[in-house]
C-alpha cells in the first residue's frame, strides 16, 4: 500500500539553525527556522521536531502553520544549548500545488555551532542547513 502512495521530492524547502540576538536575556542563542525558498506558498505545514542520541531524547514538540509564503521563513522553535550534542531532527510535511511533501531534516550531533554557518536562502542571514 504505502509503495502507491506517492510523494513527491521536497526541493527549495529547508531546515535552518540561525543564531539570533536575545534582547530579553541578552543571549546569543540558536533558533530553528523552516524557509520556503520556492515561488509558491507552503499550506497547511506540520512539524514534528525531537532531539536524540543512544542514551537520551527529548519531547517531541508539534508545531503548524497554515501558510507560509513564498520566498520567506518563519520560526519553528528555540533550539536549546542543552540539545546541541544530540541529533535534532525536524520531520516537515506539507501541501504545494495540491501535492503532500514529507520529509525528515536532520541536524547531526553537535553540527549546530558557527563554524557550520553559511547563508540561508530567502533569509539573508548565516546559519547552519539541516540534511
Keep these: 500500500m ?22 530579553t536575556h541578552r543571549t ?6 523552516l524557509v520556503n525558498d520556492t515561488n509558491e506558498p507552503l499550506e497547511m505545514v506540520l ?26 521563513y518563519a520560526k519553528i522553535e528555540f533550539v536549546e544549548d542543552s540539545v546541541l550534542k544530540l541529533t535534532n531532527e525536524f520531520a516537515v ?3 504545494l500545488d495540491g501535492k503532500m511533501y514529507d520529509k525528515k531534516f536532520i ?3 553537535n553540527s549546530i555551532k558557527d563554524a557550520n554557518a553559511g547563508p540561508v536562502p530567502s533569509m539573508l542571514k548565516e546559519g547552519v542547513l539541516a540534511e
Design 2 to 23: 504505502k509503495k502507491d502512495i506517492n510523494i513527491p521530492e521536497v526541493k527549495g524547502v529547508y531546515v535552518a539553525a540561525v543564531k539570533e540576538f536575545n534582547e
Design 28 to 33: 546569543n542563542d540558536w533558533n530553528a527556522y
Design 47 to 72: 512539524i514534528v521536531s525531537k532531539g536524540y542520541n543512544s542514551k537520551q531524547s527529548t519531547s517531541q514538540m508539534r508545531h503548524k502553520l497554515q501558510n507560509l509564503p513564498a520566498k520567506a
Design 93 to 95: 510535511t506539507y501541501f
Design 107 to 109: 541536524f547531526p550531533a
